[in-house]
């Protein structure tokens, strides 16, 4: 069975602040996806990255990245200078790539504020 | 491009009344997705849809709970009869071969609330 846990539920910065979303995951399969995916205020779900199990390069884009470690199963997302905007909730998931079965499991989300 | 398109986008209904919810998916896109989302439960897979053949229902709570796809630009899912334990957001979602990429387009989702 798959699972992602996000430990963190709710996070409070001021602007500018860094902040550093974990993520973990659980799964058998040996070839899987990791994603993050935002959601505003506004309701929906944005994709954010998506990552394989074979490549554990780190990925940086703007003021966000990510680091993936197999070793300890995390996909942990920092921002760096943080805005009002990134106020949002978070969410982490996990897709294995199984066939036409494979599913998206999500975390239960880290909801995040950024106070001006 | 026009995205995943969800009606109603609010849906007040009173206990024992069918909700039927309603999603366009993006234009050539093969895979769909109906998640639940509550406080409790978080984001929950509710049934999947590849090439308009349902192949994941495992996730629908109950009989209460139906979906159907009748050709690859329309989605319905319908609850009948609502209870208020069925209030959440639901949300549609499309994708293009979703086992090998994962990404998924949402739609802004359909909040129900049942009284």
């Known amino acids: 069975a798959q699972k992602v846990t996000q430990a963190q539920t709710e996070i409070s910065v001021v602007e500018k602040e860094d902040v550093t979303l974990d993520c973990v995951y659980e799964t058998r399969d040996t070839t899987y996806y990791l994603f993050w995916y935002k959601q505003p205020p506004s309701g929906e779900l944005v994709f954010l990255i998506r990552r394989n199990s074979f490549d554990e390069q780190n990925e940086i884009s703007g003021r966000y990245s990510w680091n993936f470690q197999k070793s300890t199963s995390s996909f942990n997302f920092t921002i760096t200078a943080s805005q009002v905007v990134d106020s949002a909730v978070y969410f982490c998931?996990?897709?294995?790539?199984?066939?036409?079965?494979?599913?998206?499991?999500f975390g239960k989300g880290i909801t995040l504020s950024v106070r001006p | 491009d026009a995205g995943v398109i969800q009606s109603p986008r609010h849906e007040v209904t009173e206990m024992g009344q069918e909700v039927t919810l309603r999603c366009k998916p993006i234009?050539?896109?093969?895979?769909l997705f109906w998640y639940r989302q509550t406080m409790m439960r978080g984001l929950e897979l509710l049934i999947y849809?590849?090439?308009?053949?349902?192949?994941?229902d495992s996730g629908m709570p109950e009989d209460r709970f139906s979906a159907k796809m009748p050709n690859a630009s329309f989605s319905t899912l319908k609850i009948q009869p609502s209870e208020p334990r069925d209030s959440a957001v639901y949300f549609c979602a499309s994708s293009l071969e979703q086992w090998r990429t994962g990404e998924l387009f949402f739609g802004e989702g359909s909040r129900l609330t049942v009284l």
């Open positions: 849809f590849n090439n308009n053949v349902p192949i994941d």
């Open positions: 234009s050539g896109h093969n895979s």
């Open positions: 998931a996990l897709s294995s790539n199984t066939g036409a079965n494979s599913k998206l499991t």
